[in-house]
C-alpha cells in the first residue's frame, strides 16, 4: 500500500524551462510534506517543506504547492539549471512526528 | 560538524553471514532512522529510534535488528544476511521530537552499498 506516489518515473525538461514534479498521498493524516533531492551515491538531501496549514512555500528557484482536497502537491523548479539533474522523493508525516513515508522518486533530467 | 556518517560505503556478504553497518552522527539529534533503497520502492523505513534506548519497528524490520545506546550513534544489524537484504542503505537524523512543522527534516548520511551473493 504506497502511501505517498510520484507516478512520473522520469522527467526531462529544457534548460531555463519550469519543471513540474508531482506527487499524491493517500493518507489524510499526513500535514507536514517536504522534498529531498538526491544525486547518485549521495545521500538525499532536504529541499524544502511546508506544512498543511499552508498552500504555497517558495525558497529561490523552487516552490512548492500543496492541494489538500486533492492530496496533491507538486515542486516547481524555475529556471531549471544543468544542476538540478537529480532524483527528486516527495515525503510525508504527521505533526511532531519524525517517521517520514517517501514516495518512489522521480529522474529529472535537465537538457543544455 | 562531519554530520552523518556510515561506514562501511560498499559490503559483499555471503548468504547466511552477519554483519554491523555503522552510523554517527554529531549534531546531538534525538531521532535517527535507517531506510533501505531499491529500485522502484524509493526509500522505506526499517528501524527508528526517538532517543537513547529507545528504538522502534519501521516499515520493512524482518531480519534486522537495532539498537541505541548513546545519541551518537546507531548501528543496524544483519543477522543472516540473504539475498533480498542487498540494497543501499541510509542512516538519517532530525532534531527530534520536540514536535512542530520542523520535526520531520531529516539529514542523511552518504548511504551504504550490500550486496548479498
Known amino acids: 500500500d504506497q502511501q505517498v506516489k510520484q507516478n512520473s518515473p522520469s522527467l526531462s525538461v529544457q534548460e531555463g524551462r519550469i519543471s513540474i514534479l508531482n506527487c499524491d498521498y493517500t493518507?489524510?493524516?499526513?500535514?507536514?510534506f517536504l522534498w529531498y533531492k538526491k544525486y547518485p551515491a549521495e545521500g538525499p538531501t532536504f529541499l524544502i517543506s511546508?506544512?498543511?496549514?499552508?498552500d504555497k512555500n517558495e525558497d529561490g528557484r523552487f516552490t512548492v504547492f500543496l492541494n489538500k482536497s486533492a492530496k496533491h502537491l507538486s515542486l516547481h523548479i524555475v529556471p531549471s539549471q544543468p544542476g538540478d539533474s537529480a532524483v527528486y522523493f516527495c515525503?510525508?508525516?504527521?505533526?511532531?512526528?519524525?517517521?517520514?513515508?517517501f514516495g518512489t522518486g522521480t529522474r529529472l533530467t535537465i537538457i543544455p | 560538524n562531519a554530520g552523518v556518517t556510515q561506514t562501511p560505503k560498499f559490503q559483499v556478504l555471503k548468504t547466511g553471514q552477519s554483519m554491523t553497518l555503522q552510523c554517527a552522527q554529531d549534531?546531538?539529534?534525538?531521532?535517527m532512522s535507517w531506510y533501505r533503497q531499491d529500485p522502484g520502492m524509493g526509500l522505506r523505513l526499517i528501524h527508528y529510534?526517538?532517543?537513547?534506548?529507545i528504538t522502534d519497528q519501521g516499515e520493512v524490520p524482518n531480519g534486522y535488528n537495532v539498537s541505541r545506546s548513546t545519541t551518537e550513534d546507531f548501528p543496524l544489524r544483519l543477522l543472516s544476511a540473504a539475498p533480498s537484504q542487498t540494497s543501499v542503505y541510509f542512516c538519517?537524523?532530525?532534531?527530534?521530537?520536540?514536535?512542530?512543522w520542523g520535526s520531520g527534516t531529516q539529514y542523511f548520511g552518504p548511504g551504504t552499498r550490500l550486496l548479498v551473493l
Open positions: 538519517a537524523s532530525s532534531s527530534g521530537t520536540s514536535g512542530g
Open positions: 493518507n489524510s493524516m499526513f500535514d507536514y
Open positions: 511546508i506544512s498543511s496549514i499552508k
Open positions: 515525503a510525508a508525516s504527521n505533526f511532531g512526528n519524525e517517521k517520514l513515508t
Open positions: 549534531m546531538n539529534h534525538e531521532y
Open positions: 529510534s526517538v532517543g537513547a534506548g
